[in-house]
């Protein structure tokens, strides 16, 4: 006999746990893992969709009491089969309950009530309408005389039903009149709402003409594409050099072959210029996914995703769980950045899970960034992946000029503004020329680095090479190791009093630029001015139609927009990543510096770019101001290897989380030494127990333990034993443990 383990309505925590059932003989040849099947569940043996997860040969429960599948959902194996089967491999790379895993992948349960659009249509001829609308202005039946006249003109027997009530007055009397004597029928059609930002407006665009290195790549990526194995590849192109325009081209490929496409975008700002592109390029079969949409828009794309009637679906994270049926190719777009790591469990990394979604339906995958993640890059390097280069801006538009600007000297000068004197010379030669400029504040609020704002030194760990953070009472505390020190008074190496933590905002940025520059007309767009829905669409376009001078941001805007008219990128602060407490600070600045200088020059007029630091000789501004990727990537991957970072090794975080400090503690102190019994070789690095970044969350305490081993297998297998080890010990049941690949 054949049992299987079966997840119950994914909507209800409580049903966090799988329930064996009895397969039926004659289903015993189609039953699989991922399937969705019809079964008796709860006292009144209601029938419910349930979703298997495990097939086995040996009883779980009492045999008498086991119930039997109902039927297999035959219409939903193709599409959610494979999503759960996806689900599965989520659950045991990334350390989660299949639930989890389950809600990640399979996100829209509920059914929203659809939106209709009622139609009232002539069902008799136009001679009869004509001689029933004569008999009826004998009496005094105005509102049926109205309905009939509106569908004998120029309607073509057919009104809106809504428009009938507003201007013609059709009450349900009406209607029931006309339908009793089959004078009419009443229709309604589904309506989709669409998610499109001003979809009606967007006009069509003819497709680009391709320059020949795009043609270039877009050849070996359909080299690759014809090979046994196609690897994922990775296009690797400077800022501006048409990376959307190749993508367009291999969708067109994929669309023609009747297939669909998943383009990922790491920010919700991103939709805005990328939709508009792709929705005039194809129309409206192409829709987005992000977490303004409202339950109903978002259900409305999955269900038109499902029924094939989209074919290209646009949004973050998420999207990569679009229900196609016939998915061939995921693109993901700015691959390197962060936020394609979900934060909950599971917390898997889209780039991996793209990966392996292709690989189970045959599709294709694209990394494209400006600045490529070490992890892709290094894996490039390794045959991995395959490599496609865009090594020159499209048109050959050269890069913009960019200029460090030594913020010590500032302060030596006298100058405390926020704005260095270079920088507001360019503003004001920028507002000048009626050209538009975008300020750059690295990351939002207060910074947790302290440094001297005299000679630019940082405290940082002298175990773990990052910087020390700022905590209560004046403590200065590293999150990888525990290290702990009191916040010194003066500068260690040149003792200046100017030592503290950068405090500037971007709305305090903003008062700075608006006095300098009244005459300016300056948006801001940071996380307080695009909570409404909307806001970033209405920002941006105020932008892009030349509504305003400056636009002051975080992160947001320096990622993947083209604003032809920006001549000027100013950086704020780029020691505020540069010293955050992350192995991968050195990276991340790089990025980000490179991206936003990027956004200057991108039409015919020149760009120019100025970065704003304490810290002009360290590596990764150099490099990013020449923009040189290959010369970062060579001088971070030196500090990977002798530190033992990814991707030089593997790292997994144990994270740990309990409302009682002294139950965490131990139980962390306890997982320690378990992982040490598991693997005593010197091969296995582990750091911690230590606090987490933040290590205090409302009242919920926060621990992690760090292991790295160049064989990430090897780490698969210890979470799956501290998995077992934590379930079987009762004193793990007032702690979260969660598992992190890094």
């Known amino acids: ?192 709402r669409n998610a499109v930002y001003d979809a009606e407006k967007i006009p069509h665009l003819a497709p680009d003409t391709l320059s020949d290195p795009q043609k270039k790549a877009v050849e070996q990526i359909l080299a690759e594409w014809q090979k046994p194995a196609p690897r994922p590849v990775l296009l690797h192109g400077v800022t501006g050099s048409g990376k959307t325009q190749v993508y367009m081209e291999l969708i067109d490929q994929v669309i023609r072959q009747g297939r669909q496409a998943i383009v990922l975008i790491p920010e919700i700002a991103l939709t805005y210029q990328t939709v508009r592109r792709f929705y005039g390029r194809f129309g409206d079969k192409v829709s987005v996914i992000n977490s303004r949409l409202s339950q109903g828009e978002r259900y409305d794309q999955f269900k038109r995703a499902k029924q094939g009637e989209l074919q290209v679906m646009v949004g973050p994270r998420s999207a990569l769980f679009t229900p196609f049926g016939n998915l061939g190719l995921i693109i993901i777009d700015e691959e390197h950045e962060s936020s394609y790591k979900s934060e909950n469990s599971p917390r898997y990394h889209a780039r991996e899970t793209a990966i392996y979604r292709a690989k189970m339906e045959g599709a294709n995958v694209i990394l494209g960034s400006a600045t490529p993640s070490m992890e892709a890059y290094y894996r490039a390097g390794t045959g991995e992946y395959a490599l496609v280069k865009l090594e020159a801006r499209y048109e050959e538009r050269p890069l913009p000029q960019v200029s460090i600007v030594d913020m010590r000297e500032q302060l030596k000068k006298g100058n405390r503004s926020a704005l260095s004197m270079e920088l507001k010379g360019a503003l004001g030669q920028c507002l000048a020329k009626g050209e538009q400029a975008m300020l750059f504040l690295n990351r939002r609020g207060y910074a947790g680095f302290v440094s001297c704002r005299s000679c630019g030194h940082v405290m940082k760990c002298p175990h773990c090479d990052v910087s020390l953070s700022e905590h209560n009472g004046r403590k200065l505390i590293c999150h990888y190791c525990g290290y702990e020190t009191a916040k010194p008074d003066r500068c260690p190496v040149c003792s200046s009093p100017y030592i503290g933590g950068f405090k500037a905002g971007t709305q305090q940025i903003q008062q700075v630029v608006e006095k300098e520059f009244p005459e300016a007309r300056v948006l801001r767009m940071d996380y307080d001015t695009t909570r409404a829905k909307g806001s970033y669409e209405e920002i941006l376009e105020a932008f892009s139609q030349h509504r305003a001078d400056i636009l002051i941001g975080t992160q947001m805007i320096v990622k993947g927009h083209d604003f032809p008219d920006v001549t000027l990128v100013g950086v704020i602060a780029a020691d505020l990543s540069l010293n955050a407490d992350d192995y991968r600070s050195g990276e991340r600045t790089f990025q980000l510096l490179t991206q936003a200088v990027g956004r200057s020059g991108r039409g015919k007029k020149e760009g120019h770019a100025l970065i704003q630091t304490y810290s002009p000789d360290h590596y990764s501004i150099q490099t990013a101001s020449r923009q040189d990727y290959e010369e970062f990537y060579e001088e971070e991957m030196g500090y990977r290897i002798l530190m033992d970072y990814p991707p030089s090794a593997h790292m997994m975080a144990v994270l740990g989380a309990s409302e009682d400090e002294a139950v965490l503690e131990a139980a962390m102190h306890y997982l320690r030494l378990f992982v040490d019994k598991l693997h005593s070789g010197k091969a296995l690095h582990v750091i911690g127990p230590a606090p987490a970044p933040v290590g205090k969350v409302k009242d919920i305490y926060r621990r992690v333990i760090y292991l790295k081993h160049e064989n990430y297998d090897l780490l698969v297998r210890i979470k799956d034993r501290l998995e077992e080890y934590i379930e079987i010990n009762s004193g793990f049941r007032k702690v979260n443990i969660q598992f992190d690949f890094l």
């Open 1 to 192: 006999m054949t049992y299987a383990d079966i997840i119950v309505d994914i909507s209800h925590e409580k049903l966090d746990k799988s329930f064996q059932y009895l397969v039926p003989q004659q289903l015993e040849e189609q039953i699989q893992v991922g399937m969705v099947v019809q079964i008796p569940f709860g006292r009144g043996n209601h029938v419910r969709k349930g979703y298997v997860v495990g097939l086995s040969s040996k009883l779980k429960v009492d045999g008498s009491c086991i119930k039997s599948i109902v039927s297999i959902e035959n219409d939903q194996e193709t599409i959610e089969s494979r999503l759960i089967a996806l689900a599965g491999w989520m659950k045991e790379h990334y350390g989660s309950t299949m639930i989890q895993a389950l809600k990640t992948v399979l996100p829209i349960q509920k059914k929203v009530k659809a939106q209709e659009k009622r139609w009232i249509t002539l069902s008799i001829s136009r001679e009869e309408g004509e001689k029933l609308l004569e008999e009826l202005k004998k009496t005094r039946f105005k509102a049926r005389i109205r309905l009939l006249e509106a569908l004998l003109g120029e309607n073509g027997g057919r009104i809106e039903a809504s428009l009938a009530l507003k201007e013609l007055g059709t009450t349900v009397s009406v209607l029931k009149y006309f339908t009793e004597n089959k004078v009419v029928t009443v229709e309604s059609d589904q309506i989709y």
